[in-house]
Protein backbone atom coordinates (compact mmCIF):
# COMPACT_ATOMS: atom_id res chain seq x y z
CA UNK A 1 0.00 0.00 0.00
CA UNK A 2 1.30 3.19 -1.06
CA UNK A 3 0.78 5.60 2.11
CA UNK A 4 -0.10 8.93 1.72
CA UNK A 5 2.80 11.46 2.30
CA UNK A 6 1.89 14.82 3.90
CA UNK A 7 4.27 17.68 1.87
CA UNK A 8 6.17 20.34 3.36
CA UNK A 9 4.34 23.61 3.65
CA UNK A 10 6.07 27.13 1.93
CA UNK A 11 5.84 30.50 0.89
CA UNK A 12 4.10 31.44 -2.16
CA UNK A 13 7.35 33.66 -3.27
CA UNK A 14 10.51 34.35 -2.49
CA UNK A 15 12.80 38.00 -1.79
CA UNK A 16 16.19 38.77 -1.19
CA UNK A 17 15.58 40.46 2.33
CA UNK A 18 18.99 41.51 3.26
CA UNK A 19 22.41 42.08 1.94
CA UNK A 20 25.79 42.25 3.62
CA UNK A 21 29.77 42.37 2.03
CA UNK A 22 32.95 42.30 3.32
CA UNK A 23 35.95 43.45 1.32
CA UNK A 24 39.46 42.73 2.77
CA UNK A 25 41.04 45.87 4.44
CA UNK A 26 44.05 45.66 2.17
CA UNK A 27 43.88 47.36 -1.33
CA UNK A 28 46.12 46.64 -4.22
CA UNK A 29 46.83 49.17 -6.79
CA UNK A 30 48.14 48.13 -10.11
CA UNK A 31 51.60 48.99 -9.35
CA UNK A 32 51.75 46.01 -6.89
CA UNK A 33 50.51 43.79 -9.60
CA UNK A 34 53.30 45.42 -12.41
CA UNK A 35 55.77 44.00 -9.66
CA UNK A 36 55.44 40.74 -11.44
CA UNK A 37 54.60 41.27 -15.02
CA UNK A 38 55.81 43.60 -17.73
CA UNK A 39 52.85 45.52 -18.86
CA UNK A 40 51.21 48.88 -17.52
CA UNK A 41 48.52 51.18 -15.03
CA UNK A 42 46.95 52.28 -18.52
CA UNK A 43 47.07 48.52 -20.17
CA UNK A 44 45.51 46.70 -17.23
CA UNK A 45 42.92 49.62 -16.73
CA UNK A 46 42.31 49.47 -20.54
CA UNK A 47 41.44 45.84 -20.87
CA UNK A 48 39.78 45.29 -17.44
CA UNK A 49 38.49 49.00 -15.70
CA UNK A 50 40.52 47.48 -12.90
CA UNK A 51 42.51 49.80 -10.46
CA UNK A 52 42.53 48.26 -7.61
CA UNK A 53 41.56 44.92 -6.07
CA UNK A 54 40.96 43.39 -2.03
CA UNK A 55 43.27 41.01 -1.31
CA UNK A 56 42.76 39.03 1.93
CA UNK A 57 45.40 38.69 4.85
CA UNK A 58 46.04 35.93 7.03
CA UNK A 59 43.35 36.60 9.39
CA UNK A 60 41.12 37.25 6.85
CA UNK A 61 40.14 33.35 6.11
CA UNK A 62 36.93 32.64 3.70
CA UNK A 63 34.87 31.71 7.01
CA UNK A 64 36.23 34.84 8.95
CA UNK A 65 35.18 37.28 5.37
CA UNK A 66 31.51 34.90 5.36
CA UNK A 67 30.83 35.75 8.80
CA UNK A 68 31.07 39.78 8.54
CA UNK A 69 29.16 39.32 5.03
CA UNK A 70 26.43 37.48 7.01
CA UNK A 71 26.48 39.00 9.96
CA UNK A 72 25.22 42.36 8.25
CA UNK A 73 22.90 40.42 5.21
CA UNK A 74 21.35 39.16 8.60
CA UNK A 75 20.74 42.65 10.35
CA UNK A 76 19.71 44.00 7.29
CA UNK A 77 16.85 41.53 6.79
CA UNK A 78 15.63 42.15 10.35
CA UNK A 79 16.05 38.48 11.16
CA UNK A 80 18.31 36.83 14.43
CA UNK A 81 21.07 34.18 12.77
CA UNK A 82 18.87 31.61 14.73
CA UNK A 83 16.39 31.60 12.50
CA UNK A 84 18.45 31.09 9.23
CA UNK A 85 17.42 27.24 7.89
CA UNK A 86 20.35 26.42 5.54
CA UNK A 87 23.18 27.89 4.30
CA UNK A 88 24.34 27.77 1.06
CA UNK A 89 28.12 29.13 0.22
CA UNK A 90 29.26 28.91 -3.21
CA UNK A 91 33.52 28.88 -3.97
CA UNK A 92 35.97 27.58 -5.43
CA UNK A 93 38.55 28.59 -3.31
CA UNK A 94 38.37 26.94 0.08
CA UNK A 95 41.17 24.73 -0.05
CA UNK A 96 39.52 22.65 2.93
CA UNK A 97 37.86 20.30 0.90
CA UNK A 98 35.85 18.29 3.58
CA UNK A 99 34.08 19.79 5.79
CA UNK A 100 32.25 22.40 3.51
CA UNK A 101 32.61 25.92 4.78
CA UNK A 102 29.42 26.59 5.38
CA UNK A 103 28.76 24.24 8.55
CA UNK A 104 31.76 26.30 10.19
CA UNK A 105 29.83 29.43 9.20
CA UNK A 106 26.14 27.90 10.50
CA UNK A 107 27.67 27.11 13.62
CA UNK A 108 29.73 30.35 14.26
CA UNK A 109 26.83 32.85 13.13
CA UNK A 110 24.40 30.93 15.54
CA UNK A 111 22.34 29.23 13.12
CA UNK A 112 22.13 26.25 15.00
CA UNK A 113 21.82 22.94 12.95
CA UNK A 114 20.57 24.38 9.97
CA UNK A 115 21.05 23.01 6.48
CA UNK A 116 24.98 23.69 5.58
CA UNK A 117 26.80 23.10 2.36
CA UNK A 118 29.17 24.32 -0.48
CA UNK A 119 28.33 24.81 -4.23
CA UNK A 120 30.71 25.11 -6.86
CA UNK A 121 29.13 27.25 -9.43
CA UNK A 122 32.11 29.75 -10.14
CA UNK A 123 31.29 33.00 -10.81
CA UNK A 124 27.82 31.92 -11.62
CA UNK A 125 27.46 30.58 -8.15
CA UNK A 126 25.12 33.68 -6.35
CA UNK A 127 22.64 32.64 -9.09
CA UNK A 128 22.88 29.01 -8.56
CA UNK A 129 22.44 29.85 -4.72
CA UNK A 130 19.68 32.04 -4.99
CA UNK A 131 17.62 29.76 -7.16
CA UNK A 132 18.51 26.87 -4.72
CA UNK A 133 17.69 28.96 -1.89
CA UNK A 134 13.85 30.36 -3.82
CA UNK A 135 13.83 26.84 -4.38
CA UNK A 136 13.88 26.01 -0.57
CA UNK A 137 11.41 28.42 0.72
CA UNK A 138 8.63 28.19 -1.72
CA UNK A 139 8.81 24.10 -1.17
CA UNK A 140 8.50 24.89 2.44
CA UNK A 141 12.39 23.13 3.69
CA UNK A 142 13.26 26.44 5.17
CA UNK A 143 12.00 29.92 5.97
CA UNK A 144 15.43 31.80 5.73
CA UNK A 145 18.34 30.84 4.13
CA UNK A 146 21.18 33.02 3.80
CA UNK A 147 23.39 32.41 0.62
CA UNK A 148 26.67 33.66 0.37
CA UNK A 149 29.81 34.05 -2.34
CA UNK A 150 33.39 33.62 -0.86
CA UNK A 151 36.48 33.81 -2.45
CA UNK A 152 39.98 34.50 -2.19
CA UNK A 153 41.24 34.33 -5.63
CA UNK A 154 44.65 35.92 -4.81
CA UNK A 155 45.29 32.06 -3.53
CA UNK A 156 44.37 30.91 -7.27
CA UNK A 157 46.23 33.62 -9.06
CA UNK A 158 49.62 33.11 -10.69
CA UNK A 159 51.28 36.88 -10.07
CA UNK A 160 53.69 36.33 -13.29
CA UNK A 161 50.62 35.56 -16.12
CA UNK A 162 50.36 38.69 -17.80
CA UNK A 163 46.25 38.05 -18.82
CA UNK A 164 45.36 37.48 -15.47
CA UNK A 165 47.30 38.50 -12.53
CA UNK A 166 45.63 42.10 -12.40
CA UNK A 167 42.40 40.71 -12.70
CA UNK A 168 41.15 38.40 -9.23
CA UNK A 169 39.94 40.05 -6.12
CA UNK A 170 38.97 38.65 -2.61
CA UNK A 171 35.90 39.27 -0.38
CA UNK A 172 32.67 37.67 0.09
CA UNK A 173 28.92 38.80 -0.41
CA UNK A 174 26.00 37.51 1.54
CA UNK A 175 22.15 37.95 0.99
CA UNK A 176 19.51 36.27 3.57
CA UNK A 177 16.59 34.84 0.97
CA UNK A 178 13.06 34.41 3.17
CA UNK A 179 9.24 34.34 2.27
CA UNK A 180 7.29 36.91 0.35
CA UNK A 181 3.62 37.49 -0.38
CA UNK A 182 4.92 39.21 -3.72
CA UNK A 183 6.42 37.39 -6.81
CA UNK A 184 10.24 39.36 -6.13
CA UNK A 185 12.82 36.70 -7.72
CA UNK A 186 12.26 35.96 -11.30
CA UNK A 187 12.47 32.73 -13.01
CA UNK A 188 16.22 31.52 -13.47
CA UNK A 189 17.87 31.14 -16.59
CA UNK A 190 20.31 28.51 -15.67
CA UNK A 191 22.90 26.22 -17.38
CA UNK A 192 26.08 25.23 -18.27
CA UNK A 193 28.01 24.52 -21.54
CA UNK A 194 30.26 21.65 -20.42
CA UNK A 195 31.99 21.40 -23.96
CA UNK A 196 33.34 24.82 -23.03
CA UNK A 197 34.79 23.27 -19.87
CA UNK A 198 38.89 24.05 -20.71
CA UNK A 199 37.83 27.63 -21.63
CA UNK A 200 38.70 28.79 -17.61
CA UNK A 201 40.22 26.24 -15.36
CA UNK A 202 42.54 25.79 -12.68
CA UNK A 203 45.91 24.98 -14.49
CA UNK A 204 46.30 21.39 -12.23
CA UNK A 205 44.17 19.16 -10.07
CA UNK A 206 45.01 19.01 -6.56
CA UNK A 207 45.56 15.10 -7.39
CA UNK A 208 48.53 16.24 -9.54
CA UNK A 209 50.78 17.02 -6.86
CA UNK A 210 49.82 13.43 -5.53
CA UNK A 211 50.74 11.63 -8.39
CA UNK A 212 54.20 13.44 -8.73
CA UNK A 213 55.10 13.34 -12.06
CA UNK A 214 56.11 16.34 -12.06
CA UNK A 215 56.71 16.78 -15.98
CA UNK A 216 52.88 17.26 -16.00
CA UNK A 217 52.81 20.40 -13.24
CA UNK A 218 53.93 23.75 -13.78
CA UNK A 219 57.10 25.10 -12.63
CA UNK A 220 58.57 28.46 -12.05
CA UNK A 221 61.77 29.89 -13.44
CA UNK A 222 63.90 28.01 -10.02
CA UNK A 223 61.92 24.51 -11.23
CA UNK A 224 59.92 25.07 -8.26
CA UNK A 225 56.11 23.66 -8.04
CA UNK A 226 53.62 26.60 -9.09
CA UNK A 227 51.12 26.41 -6.69
CA UNK A 228 47.67 25.89 -9.17
CA UNK A 229 45.83 28.92 -10.61
CA UNK A 230 43.16 29.73 -12.69
CA UNK A 231 43.79 30.24 -16.12
CA UNK A 232 41.53 31.14 -18.95
CA UNK A 233 41.10 31.88 -22.81
CA UNK A 234 40.31 35.65 -22.64
CA UNK A 235 39.01 35.92 -26.10
CA UNK A 236 36.90 32.87 -26.01
CA UNK A 237 35.63 33.83 -22.56
CA UNK A 238 34.74 37.60 -23.76
CA UNK A 239 32.86 36.31 -27.36
CA UNK A 240 30.72 34.32 -24.72
CA UNK A 241 30.20 36.50 -22.00
CA UNK A 242 29.27 39.31 -24.04
CA UNK A 243 27.39 37.59 -26.65
CA UNK A 244 25.63 34.75 -25.56
CA UNK A 245 25.34 36.20 -21.97
CA UNK A 246 23.38 38.69 -23.55
CA UNK A 247 20.53 36.48 -25.02
CA UNK A 248 20.26 34.72 -21.78
CA UNK A 249 20.12 37.96 -19.87
CA UNK A 250 17.40 39.00 -22.21
CA UNK A 251 15.94 35.57 -21.28
CA UNK A 252 15.51 36.29 -17.65
CA UNK A 253 13.78 39.89 -18.53
CA UNK A 254 11.07 38.02 -21.09
CA UNK A 255 10.73 35.16 -18.24
CA UNK A 256 10.24 37.63 -15.54
CA UNK A 257 8.13 39.60 -18.28
CA UNK A 258 9.88 42.73 -17.40
CA UNK A 259 10.64 45.49 -20.13
CA UNK A 260 14.05 47.32 -20.11
CA UNK A 261 12.34 50.52 -19.76
CA UNK A 262 10.74 48.74 -16.13
CA UNK A 263 14.48 47.55 -14.99
CA UNK A 264 16.34 50.07 -12.95
CA UNK A 265 19.45 48.34 -12.11
CA UNK A 266 22.06 46.13 -13.84
CA UNK A 267 24.11 44.01 -11.70
CA UNK A 268 26.40 41.92 -14.03
CA UNK A 269 29.13 39.58 -12.55
CA UNK A 270 32.21 41.36 -12.11
CA UNK A 271 34.52 39.94 -14.09
CA UNK A 272 35.79 43.22 -16.71
CA UNK A 273 34.34 46.53 -17.88
CA UNK A 274 34.86 45.47 -21.15
CA UNK A 275 32.88 42.94 -20.86
CA UNK A 276 29.73 44.75 -18.52
CA UNK A 277 29.86 47.82 -21.33
CA UNK A 278 29.41 45.25 -24.12
CA UNK A 279 26.59 43.30 -22.72
CA UNK A 280 24.91 46.89 -21.82
CA UNK A 281 25.69 48.18 -25.46
CA UNK A 282 24.41 44.45 -27.25
CA UNK A 283 21.39 44.73 -24.70
CA UNK A 284 20.87 47.90 -25.67
CA UNK A 285 20.06 48.75 -21.83
CA UNK A 286 18.01 52.33 -21.38
CA UNK A 287 20.09 55.30 -20.12
CA UNK A 288 18.22 55.26 -16.54
CA UNK A 289 19.49 52.12 -15.86
CA UNK A 290 22.23 52.32 -13.14
CA UNK A 291 24.84 49.30 -14.06
CA UNK A 292 27.07 47.90 -11.33
CA UNK A 293 31.04 48.65 -12.14
CA UNK A 294 32.44 47.83 -8.76
CA UNK A 295 34.88 45.70 -10.71
CA UNK A 296 36.88 48.97 -11.01
CA UNK A 297 37.71 48.45 -7.45
CA UNK A 298 36.97 45.48 -6.25
CA UNK A 299 38.44 43.32 -9.18
CA UNK A 300 36.92 40.06 -10.10
CA UNK A 301 35.66 38.07 -7.07
CA UNK A 302 33.89 35.37 -8.75
CA UNK A 303 30.83 33.87 -7.09
CA UNK A 304 30.82 36.76 -4.51
CA UNK A 305 30.76 39.63 -6.90
CA UNK A 306 27.23 40.36 -7.75
CA UNK A 307 26.24 40.08 -3.94
CA UNK A 308 29.03 43.10 -3.07
CA UNK A 309 28.29 44.92 -6.41
CA UNK A 310 24.24 45.32 -4.81
CA UNK A 311 25.27 45.86 -1.31
CA UNK A 312 27.47 48.81 -2.58
CA UNK A 313 25.13 49.98 -4.95
CA UNK A 314 22.32 50.07 -2.20
CA UNK A 315 24.82 51.56 0.14
CA UNK A 316 26.06 54.65 -1.79
CA UNK A 317 22.61 55.62 -3.15
CA UNK A 318 22.81 54.47 -6.12
CA UNK A 319 20.02 52.17 -6.31
CA UNK A 320 17.04 51.75 -3.83
CA UNK A 321 15.58 49.25 -1.79
CA UNK A 322 12.56 48.05 -3.96
CA UNK A 323 14.55 48.51 -7.38
CA UNK A 324 14.05 45.76 -10.04
CA UNK A 325 17.41 44.75 -10.70
CA UNK A 326 18.77 42.06 -13.58
CA UNK A 327 21.36 39.85 -12.32
CA UNK A 328 23.78 37.33 -14.00
CA UNK A 329 26.39 35.48 -13.49
CA UNK A 330 28.79 33.53 -15.99
CA UNK A 331 32.24 31.77 -15.32
CA UNK A 332 34.07 28.40 -15.22
CA UNK A 333 32.31 25.31 -16.57
CA UNK A 334 31.57 27.18 -18.21
CA UNK A 335 27.52 27.83 -15.95
CA UNK A 336 25.78 30.92 -15.97
CA UNK A 337 22.08 31.84 -13.87
CA UNK A 338 20.38 34.88 -14.72
CA UNK A 339 17.08 36.35 -12.85
CA UNK A 340 15.74 39.41 -12.08
CA UNK A 341 15.36 40.41 -8.21
CA UNK A 342 13.52 43.13 -6.30
CA UNK A 343 16.45 44.35 -4.39
CA UNK A 344 16.01 44.54 -0.73
CA UNK B 1 25.06 37.02 -53.67
CA UNK B 2 29.16 37.03 -53.00
CA UNK B 3 31.18 40.46 -51.78
CA UNK B 4 33.89 42.13 -52.78
CA UNK B 5 37.07 42.28 -51.23
CA UNK B 6 36.37 45.97 -52.17
CA UNK B 7 33.14 45.85 -50.17
CA UNK B 8 34.57 43.87 -47.59
CA UNK B 9 37.22 46.57 -46.63
CA UNK B 10 34.55 48.72 -46.90
CA UNK B 11 32.52 47.08 -44.28
CA UNK B 12 35.02 46.56 -42.36
CA UNK B 13 35.98 50.08 -42.08
CA UNK B 14 32.57 50.94 -41.10
CA UNK B 15 32.55 47.77 -38.36
CA UNK B 16 36.05 49.09 -37.07
CA UNK B 17 34.85 52.99 -37.14
CA UNK B 18 31.99 51.30 -34.78
CA UNK B 19 33.85 49.79 -32.92
CA UNK B 20 36.74 51.65 -32.22
CA UNK B 21 35.93 54.93 -33.00
CA UNK B 22 38.78 54.97 -36.20
CA UNK B 23 37.89 56.45 -39.46
CA UNK B 24 36.76 54.11 -41.45
CA UNK B 25 38.76 55.56 -44.53
CA UNK B 26 41.80 54.44 -42.34
CA UNK B 27 41.26 50.44 -42.71
CA UNK B 28 42.98 49.76 -45.68
CA UNK B 29 44.46 46.06 -46.50
CA UNK B 30 47.83 46.27 -45.23
CA UNK B 31 47.15 48.02 -42.07
CA UNK B 32 47.45 46.00 -38.88
CA UNK B 33 44.61 45.68 -36.26
CA UNK B 34 46.63 45.99 -33.76
CA UNK B 35 49.23 48.09 -34.18
CA UNK B 36 48.27 50.08 -37.44
CA UNK B 37 44.47 50.69 -35.82
CA UNK B 38 44.09 50.48 -32.32
CA UNK B 39 42.06 47.38 -32.27
CA UNK B 40 42.69 45.37 -28.77
CA UNK B 41 42.62 41.62 -28.54
CA UNK B 42 39.04 42.60 -27.04
CA UNK B 43 37.65 44.98 -29.55
CA UNK B 44 38.99 42.48 -32.22
CA UNK B 45 35.95 40.44 -30.80
CA UNK B 46 33.19 42.50 -31.23
CA UNK B 47 34.78 42.96 -34.73
CA UNK B 48 34.81 39.61 -35.53
CA UNK B 49 31.59 38.84 -34.14
CA UNK B 50 30.13 41.99 -36.08
CA UNK B 51 31.62 40.55 -39.37
CA UNK B 52 30.34 37.05 -38.83
CA UNK B 53 26.87 39.19 -38.97
CA UNK B 54 27.30 41.79 -42.12
CA UNK B 55 28.99 38.71 -44.19
CA UNK B 56 27.24 35.76 -43.07
CA UNK B 57 30.51 33.88 -41.93
CA UNK B 58 31.77 31.84 -38.81
CA UNK B 59 35.13 32.92 -37.65
CA UNK B 60 35.71 30.70 -34.63
CA UNK B 61 38.36 31.58 -31.79
CA UNK B 62 41.30 29.79 -32.87
CA UNK B 63 41.24 31.83 -36.48
CA UNK B 64 40.45 35.06 -34.93
CA UNK B 65 44.42 34.78 -34.10
CA UNK B 66 45.40 34.50 -37.61
CA UNK B 67 43.80 37.60 -38.86
CA UNK B 68 46.23 40.19 -38.08
CA UNK B 69 45.72 42.65 -40.94
CA UNK B 70 42.59 43.47 -42.46
CA UNK B 71 43.81 41.70 -45.33
CA UNK B 72 43.35 38.51 -43.58
CA UNK B 73 40.26 39.25 -42.02
CA UNK B 74 39.10 39.76 -45.99
CA UNK B 75 40.81 36.81 -47.23
CA UNK B 76 38.92 35.07 -44.53
CA UNK B 77 35.59 36.43 -45.25
CA UNK B 78 36.02 36.13 -48.89
CA UNK B 79 36.95 31.89 -48.66
CA UNK B 80 34.63 31.31 -46.25
CA UNK B 81 31.63 33.41 -47.40
CA UNK B 82 28.00 31.12 -48.09
Given amino acids: MTAKIKPAQGSPYARILGVGGYRPTRVVPNEEILKHIDSSDEWIRSRSGI ?74 GFGYGLTLAKGMIVEGSAEYVLVVGAERLSDLTDLTDRSTAFLFGDGAGAVIVGPSDEPAIGPSIWG ?103 VETTGNTSAASIPLAMERLLA ?20 YAATVVTLP | MAVTQEEIVAGLGEIVNEIAGIPAEDVELDKSFTDDLDVDSLSMVEVVVAAEERFGVKIPDDDVKNLKTVRDAADYILKHQS
Fill in chain 1, 316 to 335: TGKAKSGDTALVIGFGAGLV
Fill in chain 1, 192 to 294: SEGDKRDVIAQTVPWDGFRVGDVSQLPLDEDGALKFPALRQEGQTVFRWAVFEMAKVAQQALDAAGIAPEDLDVFIPHQANVRIIDSMVKTLKLPEHVTVARD
Fill in chain 1, 51 to 124: ATRHWAGPEETLAEMTLEAAGKAVADAGITADQVGAVVISTVSHFMQTPALATEVADRMGAGKAAAFDINAGCA
